[in-house]
């Protein structure tokens, strides 16, 4: 089976086509590159890209699968976007996974895990998960807090005193880690990783479970901070 997926909620995109089949994966194309201003014009252009290489039309695809956040409201909408008209000009199902899943999982470590992404505005997203024999559970909700309130949070949650491995596009926004926290790979979420992720669920039957909805992890700074103009809104109450 064909599996096309990117994320476009971080700095660096990254788009994979990858084969699936009883002998394994075959990676057919993966592209990883910086500049999240060009995610809009760079994402189709690629997708065309990787399916002409192969000689493939995107009816040739079994699956999509999309990274959902959280992460740039703008990147996410384009990434969901073109899943969504990618998907109708298929007929391809689509699989979407939180960005923050996609680096705990890409970690390739045992124990809790807890990604870390820039969010902007002083903060990181976050969320911890435990990770055994390959499958990833989530522990925590995703997180938008300051970069200095990370590690008393990972410790409200980690009663136990367990080591926690970080990870993630945000580790250098981080305070220096206490002894109890090992520090994983800086990388981005990889797009790859998404497509092994989507390939796994798909044979297990939980599609369903992985609806392609953006995970925003806060509301877009535009409702925190948008008032109407007074004159409208006396005429609303007027009405």
């Keep these: ?107 390739q470590t045992q124990g809790l895990v807890a990604p870390v992404m820039d969010a902007r505005h002083r903060e990181i997203f976050t969320a911890l998960y435990r990770v055994e024999s390959g499958q990833l559970e989530p522990l925590t909700e995703v997180l938008a807090l300051s970069p200095d309130k990370l590690w008393p949070v990972l410790e409200t949650f980690n009663p136990k005193g367990e ?25 981005s979420p990889s797009a790859l990783t998404l497509a092994q992720m989507a390939n796994l669920i798909f044979e297990k039957g939980q599609l369903a479970q992985y609806p392609p909805i953006p995970l925003y992890g806060r509301s877009p700074e535009i409702f925190k901070t948008f008032c109407p103009p007074q004159r409208l809104a006396q005429r609303s109450e007027a009405n």
């Design 163 to 187: 080591r926690v491995t970080v990870t993630g596009p945000g580790l250098d926004l981080l305070s220096p880690r206490p002894a109890w926290v090992d520090l994983g790979p800086k990388d």
């Design 1 to 107: 089976m064909l599996i096309l997926a990117w994320d476009t909620a971080s700095t660096s995109l990254g788009l994979a086509l990858a084969s699936f089949s009883s002998a394994g994966c075959q990676t057919l194309y993966n592209y990883v590159g910086a500049g999240l201003a060009s995610h809009g014009q760079t994402l189709a252009p690629l997708v065309d890209e990787a399916l002409k290489n192969q000689g493939l039309k995107p009816s040739d695809l079994g699956l999509l699968a999309v990274g959902c956040g959280p992460g740039s409201f703008t990147g996410l909408r384009v990434g969901l976007a073109l899943a969504k008209g990618l998907a109708f000009a298929s007929q391809s199902p689509v699989a979407g996974f939180s960005s923050l899943a996609i680096l705990a999982t890409q970690a």
